[in-house]
């Protein structure tokens, strides 16, 4: 098998990140026989495409794949791997249960003997949904964007939806916060001075933070960071660490497959959790003043239909006439596929999209008002879109309809992978 390398489609251009991957798979590579996702866990956070990139290079200079790399390589692409661009991390990242248990364990040794042990989780609600179950004698409380979601899934623990990059309602102090926000540092810093002004003094504060291989600047995010907490009064614990596994989650499985990535890859992502004593006082706390554009905003709302999420940006105003009724597709992709063969905010035409659907689908629409309409009929109705009853109606429905079941074969695949 021909072994292809374009470095014009490696993720990351910085010299110094591609070689520190090149040394860091040169060393964990063990030869014949890689379990992939066993291989992908050990590496620190390098992203599944990156990986292989490096391997066809170094494979390249020195031959590294060995005489098993051509089933090695249709193990992963059934086709020489196609173009892919970086992927900053997304939301919606759920821990697996193995990190699960790692944290509630961890929990049950640092607040052994309390009377009534309390833990805020801001950002991950597989925590407070295992806690609720596993430490029914705990107050649990979820911070969360989406946290009404969780109702039938919970017994007694307190469920808050709020956007935790704005002022959020009192809250009672907890002994314990959990946090994973985004792997942005200006939204971390949102979440850090959420946690910090309800973590009690002397409490702790369990960050998940992205692996130096997650992107180029991700060392330099770190230490930027701990530089912010130290002054801001949180003392990090740097021997006591907990490594944090997470599910791939259903828009980057199918995006890597757009990308031509075939490997079953369940659960590769990883962070570690860093550990910090909350050490505030009145004249050393966290402040963070944010002027960086907001990840949710109220331009883009959210339907859910048969488990499927579909955001549209905000229109504004419903349009004259009857949009989308006559002339091109209701719906148009803004690439050339529905489906982006990359995560990255930052990927072409991404911009352009005012339809996103739980599957990484990216259309541009031509009438979001009416789409909108639409959705809320299919969502109250928990079944398949309302055909309007505006002219050219139906044609529009079908198009939604095509991309309703789409996503739910597409999740129905999903989930069988992850989790048969």
């Given at each position: 098998m021909k072994w292809r390398f374009d470095s014009q489609v490696l993720c990351e251009s910085d010299p110094i990140f591609?070689?520190?991957?090149?040394?860091?798979?040169?060393?964990?590579?063990?030869?014949?026989?890689?379990?992939?996702?066993?291989?992908?866990?050990?590496?620190p956070g390098y992203y599944p495409l990156d990986v292989w990139q490096s391997l066809s290079r170094l494979n390249l200079e020195s031959g590294v794949l060995g005489i098993a790399g051509a089933s090695v390589a249709r193990q992963i692409f059934p086709e020489p791997f196609p173009n892919s661009l970086e992927h900053?991390?997304?939301?919606?990242?759920?821990?697996?249960?193995?990190?699960?248990?790692d944290i509630l364990d961890f929990l049950t040794q640092e607040i052994a003997g309390f009377k009534q042990p309390s833990v805020a989780c801001l950002g991950c609600p597989s925590i407070v949904v295992a806690g609720?179950?596993?430490?029914?004698?705990?107050?649990?409380?979820?911070?969360?964007?989406?946290?009404?979601?969780?109702?039938?899934?919970?017994?007694?623990a307190h469920l808050m939806a709020c956007d935790l990059t704005k002022p959020i309602s009192?809250?009672?102090?907890?002994?314990?916060?959990?946090?994973?926000?985004?792997?942005?540092?200006?939204?971390t810093k949102h979440f850090m001075v959420k946690a910090q002004s309800i973590?009690?003094?002397?409490?702790?504060?369990?960050?998940?933070?992205?692996?130096?291989?997650?992107?180029?600047?991700?060392?330099?995010e770190l230490a930027?960071?701990?530089?912010?907490?130290?002054?801001?009064?949180?003392?990090?614990?740097?021997?006591?660490?907990?490594?944090?596994?997470?599910?791939?989650?259903?828009?980057?499985?199918?995006?890597?497959?757009?990308?031509?990535?075939?490997?079953?890859?369940?659960?590769w992502r990883s962070a570690e959790v860093l550990i910090f004593r909350n050490r505030v006082s009145d004249d050393c706390r966290l402040t963070y003043n944010d002027d960086t554009p907001r990840l949710f905003t109220t331009e883009w709302n959210e339907f859910i239909?048969?488990?499927?999420?579909?955001?549209?940006?905000?229109?504004?105003?419903?349009?004259?006439?009857?949009?989308?009724?006559?002339?091109?597709?209701?719906?148009?992709?803004?690439?050339?596929?529905?489906?982006l063969p990359s995560v990255s905010t930052n990927f072409v035409g991404r911009a352009?999209?005012?339809?996103?659907?739980?599957?990484?689908?990216?259309?541009?629409?031509?009438?979001?008002?009416?789409?909108?309409?639409?959705?809320?009929?299919?969502?109250?109705?928990?079944?398949?879109?309302n055909i309007s009853t505006n002219a050219g109606g139906e044609r529009n429905a079908r198009e939604l309809n095509s991309v309703l079941q789409s996503e739910i074969n597409d999740r129905t695949t999903y989930l069988k992978e992850m989790y048969d």
């Open positions: 591609v070689r520190r991957l090149d040394e860091c798979v040169r060393s964990f590579w063990t030869g014949d026989h890689e379990n992939w996702e066993s291989f992908l866990r050990r590496l900053p991390l997304d939301y919606e990242w759920r821990f697996t249960q193995e990190s699960i248990r609720d179950e596993i430490r029914p004698s705990w107050s649990w409380s979820l911070l969360d964007r989406r946290a009404d979601l969780l109702k039938s899934q919970i017994n007694s009192t809250h009672p102090l907890v002994d314990i916060a959990v946090v994973d926000p985004p792997w942005y540092n200006h939204l973590v009690k003094p002397g409490g702790l504060i369990l960050l998940s933070f992205p692996l130096e291989g997650t992107r180029s600047s991700a060392s330099k930027e960071l701990l530089n912010w907490c130290k002054e801001g009064g949180l003392e990090l614990n740097p021997s006591n660490k907990i490594q944090l596994h997470y599910k791939t989650p259903f828009f980057e499985s199918t995006s890597l497959k757009a990308a031509g990535f075939s490997a079953r890859i369940p659960a239909i048969q488990g499927i999420k579909f955001s549209v940006k905000n229109s504004g105003r419903k349009k004259d006439g009857k949009q989308g009724c006559s002339g091109g597709a209701f719906l148009s992709p803004v690439w050339r596929e529905a489906i352009r999209a005012n339809l996103v659907t739980s599957g990484n689908r990216f259309f541009e629409c031509s009438d979001p008002y009416l789409l909108a309409e639409m959705l809320l009929a299919g969502q109250n109705r928990d079944g398949g879109i």
